[in-house]
């Protein structure tokens, strides 16, 4: 059996072409029968669905992963993962290196490709805490992304919920419905906009 495994840190991310889509497509193209995907961060964040892969894959099965840093958190996790793996007979097969070998040089080029994974994701870290202690220092900062609806729109929102429902509301003002409800919850009895 072919397995995939694809990730990714958020739910809408699109990074260097790597969203699930392209990532499960990849891994459709590249005979992958069934696939399991995880919206976590790599390094901090629970993949349920890779540990129920690792709990399925037997001798005999292939695991296909796109890039080393969507399979591993950094390079002792990589390493510990895929000489798990190919203790139990898994053929392991990431995209854009090959299938990996179980040789001396295999495990050499694999334990370096690895390191390379996880230095280049501790200087996307640095990078990113570095923009944010520059942007900290600027007037008017705020920390955490910007809101999508003004207080004028969520209040005209929760108005429409008195004559309309939730999903109408959210079809007329492109709201979420969990949004919706949040904004009833804040502003008690809705006031009429004019």
Partial sequence: ?????????????????YSL???????CDNGASEIFSDVFSGKGGDRPR?????????????????KLDRFAR???????LVDGLMGRGVTV?????GILSDSTTGKL??????????FERDLIIERTQAGKAIARTKAGFKEGRPKKFTPEQLRHAVFLLE?????????MMKISKSTLQRAKRSTGKPLKIT
């Fill in 109 to 118: 080029i694999r334990n370096i490709f690895f390191a390379f994974a996880e």
């Fill in 163 to 171: 004559t309309h429902t939730y999903k109408e509301v959210e079809a």
């Fill in 21 to 27: 889509e392209v990532q499960e497509k990849l891994l």
């Fill in 1 to 17: 059996m072919i397995y995939g495994y694809a990730r990714v840190s958020t739910p809408g991310q699109i990074k260097d072409g």
């Fill in 50 to 66: 890779l540990n129920a892969l690792l709990d399925k894959l037997a001798e005999g099965d292939t695991l296909i992963v796109t």
């Fill in 74 to 80: 950094s390079a002792i996790d990589g390493m510990r």
């Fill in 93 to 97: 097969n990431i995209l854009n290196l």
